[in-house]
């Protein structure tokens, strides 16, 4: 079992910029693939950003690519999703998630490989 909480979220002019937080508790965190996953109001939960275990593969979303950055640090069992030049669609709840993975530089990009999940964090960005 893996607990995860967010943490970062908030009210920010576009342009402006974010980091969130993912910590993780309970099993082994190198052991899983982690994501960033957000909905927006009346829309569907959609995939934002992962990471490999290792931390040596990432993946985007087309339309947050070159804006954010996924990173990991294993010690301190935290996932972090850094959003610059933010824009009013990137508004959503974030939540991030853990994918059981036995290959370290494999990435998950579909919520059903994706075990636990945290409570999400509000991200508002205004115009």
């Known amino acids: 079992q893996v607990q995860l909480v967010e943490s970062g979220g908030g009210l920010v002019q576009a342009g402006g910029s974010l980091r969130l937080s993912c910590a993780a508790s309970?099993?082994?965190?190198?052991?899983?693939?982690m994501g960033w996953f957000r909905q927006a109001p009346g829309k569907d939960r959609e995939f934002v950003a992962a990471?490999?275990?290792?931390?040596?593969?990432?993946e985007y979303t087309d339309s947050v690519k070159g804006r954010f950055t996924i990173s990991n640090d294993n010690a301190k069992n935290t996932v972090y999703l850094q959003m610059n030049s933010l824009k009013p669609e990137d508004t959503a709840v974030y939540y991030c998630?853990?994918?059981?993975?036995?290959?370290?530089?494999?990435?998950?990009?579909?919520?059903?490989?994706?075990?636990?999940w945290g409570q999400g964090t509000q991200v508002t960005v205004s115009s």
């Open positions: 998630a853990a994918a059981p993975s036995l290959l370290s530089i494999v990435v998950r990009t579909t919520e059903d490989e994706y075990h636990y």
């Open positions: 309970g099993r082994t965190f190198s052991s899983y693939a």
């Open positions: 990471i490999s275990r290792s931390g040596g593969s990432t």
